[in-house]
């Protein structure tokens, strides 16, 4: 019994457990459009094609989606509509 329990604590040389995942801000889809300054059934469309990273909790059509604040940020920025591209071939 006293070695199963020893065996369930954590050794003092065992890493540290990783928190950061629990650190990441989990927004709604209305918090989530808020950050684009969109339409929050936007987002959801496209979160079921797969064009923007979600998380859908639930399974059928009637699923719940929520989105890492950080993944939709990166995303945001990998975005790009070729201009940036056009400017440095002109200079």
Do not use: C
């Amino acid at each position: 019994m006293k070695t199963e329990l020893l065996m369930t604590l954590p050794t003092p040389h065992s890493r540290p457990p990783d928190y950061r995942l629990a650190l990441r801000k989990l927004l709604t889809p209305v918090e989530a459009a808020h950050l684009f300054n969109m339409d929050h059934r936007t987002l959801i469309r496209w979160a079921r094609i797969g064009y923007v990273p979600a998380h859908p909790l639930g399974e059928g059509r009637r699923r719940m989606w929520r989105f890492f604040e950080d993944e939709l940020l990166a995303w945001i920025e990998s975005q790009h509509n070729g201009h940036e591209t056009d400017l440095r071939r002109a200079a």
